[in-house]
């Protein structure tokens, strides 16, 4: 077994693509007036790839570009670095994790990395895609580029305001569709504790037995001592009663 995979962690991983000039959000306006809503004139765009944790772990990188193989193979490297624990991680089936490169870096790790696949057409099982939504809906939507300003120094801020906000993480793991996700995660952190208390009772019930096990040799060394002072003792009186004798007997024999 590879060195912390009893601890893995389990991540949930997709790609996504800004734009500085896209909408979306809704407005209000008055009834026969068109609302209007102001955007930049910049059209930058950029890509980032995310990975989501159920237990508000959250990790990000922002790219240039499409995604290939290479550059998939480039971000699995930048998320384990330095990583402790092992990584299962869960993708989708884009055709560019799945080559063989992929599975090439994946058996270097020794087991550090697992990828598993989705189903086919199922985003909405993925928790990452609502961090997406959230960045999305709440960033450059509502406050538009200013002259000068970077589509990717934006992004890179947004994302990095959803890594430092561990409730916002978590609750990316409540909608809906991804339930299944937190039942799953609640019934082994259940049997995890379950094992747990288990073996808490195993370590508790053999020092018991150990510590009842050094009281009755206590109880036989003392009873050794206790005979061995009384045979000290004995052996005193004897001696003494020795030494008596043989001074009277001496004194019997000296000549008057």
Request: hydrophobic share 40%.
């Amino acid at each position: 077994m590879p060195p912390g995979h009893a601890g893995a962690e389990v991540f949930f991983w997709d790609e996504s693509g800004f734009r500085a000039d896209s909408l979306h959000n809704r407005t209000w306006g008055v009834c026969g007036q068109t609302p209007v809503v102001e955007r930049p004139g910049q059209r930058q765009s950029i890509s980032a790839a995310s990975g989501v944790n159920a237990r508000s772990g959250f990790w990000f990188q922002i790219y240039q570009g499409a995604l290939n193989t290479e550059l998939f193979v480039e971000l699995l490297k930048h998320m384990m670095h330095q990583r402790k624990k092992s990584v299962h991680l869960i993708v989708d089936g884009l055709p560019a994790h799945k080559k063989a490169l992929v599975r090439e870096y994946v058996e270097f790790t020794h087991g550090r990395l697992t990828l598993h696949f989705l189903p086919d057409y199922a985003p909405d099982l993925n928790p990452d895609e609502l961090v997406w939504s959230h960045v999305k809906r709440t960033g450059t939507a509502r406050r538009p580029l200013h002259a000068g300003e970077h589509l990717s120094q934006r992004i890179d801020a947004e994302l990095a305001a959803v890594q430092r906000n561990p409730k916002l993480g978590r609750s990316f793991f409540q909608a809906p569709s991804v339930d299944y996700i937190y039942y799953g995660l609640l019934s082994k952190e259940v049997a995890d504790t379950t094992a747990e208390r288990m073996r808490a009772e195993e370590n508790s019930a053999r020092l018991q037995a150990n510590n009842d096990a050094l009281k009755t040799e206590l109880v036989l060394v003392r009873k050794q001592n206790m005979d061995l002072d009384a045979m000290l003792r004995d052996g005193g009186t004897k001696l003494a009663v020795t030494e008596t004798e043989l001074r009277t007997l001496r004194a019997a024999c000296r000549p008057k």
